[in-house]
């Protein structure tokens, strides 16, 4: 092998070494740590889910799926779109079944990008965004979110402990779009941050990606968790059916995270753009598996709306005790993640708080920082995950309790 200054991988992807929630999950593993750091639930999927997983499997169905996806699956999505969003979606060239929403992103921008594009992208921005655009040669262009406010001088204790939400500033946005730009890369709502865009923010967007001809393409893996608001599908709005590709998967929804089922919903171009590049990623994956989500898109709503109120519970569980003792934090509107600031425990550096907390304290979290190319503004903000048992929660919240004294 020929050798290579600074080793073999090319120098495009250097910049990315192991995923931050591995390394806090190995953390937290390693020290026997409340887990607030990666985003997974606790609990398995609902029975009815895991049925389906289990009769497919005794059905036989463990060959290779077809490329696109099974045609129950497809249909399952169509009849999902069409029942939340009112979107009407041919389960045959609108619909690509992929392995989790990561490839579906990362089929599309390798579809869509040649080296040298612009993408932009919502920053703190989810660490895979970065890494695929890099294999494709893109640029991404990141646009920051306004952190919460820090609250004015002579506010009351409880008061500086309620931050409100981050915020989207469209013509700092609007300022991002080039002549170069290719691709908007859209998700909400919003990891890490839990915001969710309004019909008006989407609205406007819409204008950016119509007038300067841009595609975009939105992960919304987080649409049926929201508590505040209502989730809206860039897709729905004027302008974007032709030029969208939805994302999305039941990990989050079903409790579902290592069964990696997910799916591109798009305009047949764009479909079949996805599908060129997807066939040569992993081809198809989880045959099984997708035939229990396809049961599981047929549920009853009570199904959808009940993990939502599980975890609005939650929500408010870990955002209560992180206030009580005394740590400022934002009550997502959506996703199942909050922000709160460490500063107030004595720790102006998120990520050495996080490094530090598996073994100290026994809690896991992870930096905000992690998620940004410039940690200053967001220094000493952590993202804490509450999609955990509610006795998870309250041991977590006790463990941070002893730096509060």
Known sequence: ???????????????????????????????????LGQGFPDEDPPTEVLAAAHAALDAGHNQYAPGPGIAPLRAAVAHHQRRWYGMDVDPDTEVTVTFGATEAVAASLLALCDPGDEVVVLEPTYDAYPAVLAMA?????????????????????????????????LDRLAAAFTDRTRVLLLNS????????????????????????????????????????????????????????????SAGKTYSCTGWKI????????????????????SFAGGTPLQHAVAVALRSADEVFTEVADVHLRRRDLLVAGLREVGVPTTAAAGTYFVTADVATLGWDDGDAFCRWAPEAIGVAGVPVAAFVEDPTPVRSLVRFAFCKPDAVLAEGVRRLTSLAG
């Open 137 to 169: 040669g893109a640029r991404a262009v990141r646009v920051p979110l306004t952190p919460p406010a820090t609250p004015a001088s002579g506010s009351s204790d409880q008061d500086a402990r309620v931050r409100g939400p981050w915020t989207l500033d």
């Open 189 to 248: 709502p919003h990891n890490p941050t839990g915001l969710v865009l309004t019909e008006a923010e989407l609205d406007a967007i819409a204008e950016l990606c119509v007038a300067h001809d841009v595609v975009a393409v939105t992960d919304e893996v987080y649409e049926h968790l929201v508590y505040d608001g209502a989730h809206v599908p860039l897709a729905t709005r004027a302008g974007m059916r032709e030029r969208t590709i939805t994302i999305s």
């Open 262 to 281: 997910g799916w591109a919903v798009a305009a047949p171009p764009l479909t079949a753009a996805v599908r060129t590049t997807k066939q040569f990623l």
């Open 1 to 35: 092998m020929t050798a290579r200054e600074g080793g073999p991988l090319v120098p495009r992807l250097r910049a990315f070494g192991t995923t931050v929630f591995s390394e806090m999950t190995a953390l937290a593993v390693e020290h026997e740590a409340v887990n």
